[in-house]
């Protein structure tokens, strides 16, 4: 998704408040990169990555009921 040209306006359009990470790693046998997705998101949003994380970690606290081991 964020390798695809059209990725830069749907990411633009998603509010920071809305904007979770995800990864595919249990089904992949690892841990997944989410730095990597970070990173991609930061280049895309021209937000520093410690943002993009820090927003992404807020975000997910707020919505998901448990906390999750990464």
Request: aromatic content about 2%; cysteine-free.
């Amino acid at each position: 998704m964020l390798k695809s040209a059209r990725a830069r306006p749907m990411i633009e359009a998603i509010p920071p408040d809305a904007l979770l990470v995800e990864s595919d790693a249990p089904f992949r046998g690892g841990k997944g990169d989410l730095k990597g997705t970070l990173l991609n998101l930061s280049d895309l949003t021209g937000r520093a990555i410690d943002e993009v994380e820090a927003t992404t970690d807020d975000n997910a606290r707020r919505i998901l009921p448990e906390p999750i081991a990464i």
